[in-house]
T-cell receptor, first 112, second 117 residues
Framework: KQEVTQIPAALSVPEGENLVLNCSFT??????LQWFRQDPGKGLTSLLL?????REQTSGRLNASLDKSSGRSTLYIAASQPGDSATYLC???????????FGDGTTLTVKP | SAVISQKPSRDICQRGTSLTIQCQVD?????MFWYRQQPGQSLTLIAT?????????ESGFVIDKFPISRPNLTFSTLTVSNMSPEDSSIYLC??????????????FGSGTRLTVV
């Protein structure tokens, strides 16, 4: 059974700082890995999707990497802003399970 | 990627009643899922909505409590039956379409925030 762990559970940084969120998974037979953002009481917004054959994806100030062999992904946020404050979740889609497993998320607070 | 309309966005319901949540997608998709997110927790998969057949429920979720319909490839409903305060959560519809050349990943609706009093 796939297990997805996100570290840290919470993170507070001053505005402008670069930061890294971590996601680890136990079963490397994945189809893709997806990073989401969730604002309080809202749905999930997809940030980046990395296929199993890819090593990284970039969108604006966000960069996500994937290392299947070690079961790890990182989400790098450059020059953080207060508007980046949210919970960030990673989800791993397993081919054999036919569905994704979600981590518990990292709650980010960026202080002005 | 698909665009999802989920209704209602929030509701406050009396215990013992039922609420039906609708999920409308702007294109045909192969897979639709229903998730629950209890306060302060991550997502828990309730079931996979299958077009034209009974939904596939995860452990701990049963059809009598969470009946699901999916009459076609663009629409699904989730009913939360005989509600109790423990059912207070955000309920989320999600879709994946594997028929595209590339998998666009999961797309989520905006969620339904349910409070049972």
């Amino acid at each position: 059974k796939q297990e997805v762990t996100q570290i840290p559970a919470a993170l507070s940084v001053p505005e402008g700082e670069n930061l890294v969120l971590n996601c680890s998974f136990t079963d490397s037979a994945i189809y893709n890995l997806q990073w989401f953002r969730q604002d309080p009481g809202k749905g999930l917004t997809s940030l980046l999707l990395i296929q199993s054959s890819q090593r990284e994806q970039t969108s604006g100030r966000l960069n996500a990497s994937l290392d299947k062999s070690s079961g790890r992904s990182t989400l790098y946020i450059a020059a953080s802003q207060p508007g980046d404050s949210a919970t960030y979740l990673c989800a791993v889609f397993n081919t054999n399970a036919g569905k994704s497993t979600f981590g518990d998320g990292t709650t980010l607070t960026v202080k002005p | 990627s698909a665009v999802i309309s989920q209704k209602p966005s929030r509701d406050i319901c009396q215990r013992g009643t039922s609420l039906t949540i609708q999920c409308q997608v702007d294109s045909q998709v192969t897979m639709m899922f229903w998730y629950r997110q209890q306060p302060g927790q991550s997502l828990t998969l309730i079931a996979t909505a299958n077009q034209g057949s009974e939904a596939t429920y995860e452990s701990g979720f049963v059809i009598d409590k969470f009946p699901i319909s999916r009459p076609n490839l663009t629409f699904s409903t989730l009913t939360v039956s005989n509600m109790s305060p423990e059912d207070s959560s955000i309920y989320l519809c999600s879709v994946v379409d594997f028929r595209a050349a590339a998998n666009y990943g999961y797309t989520f609706g905006s969620g339904t925030r349910l409070t049972v009093v």
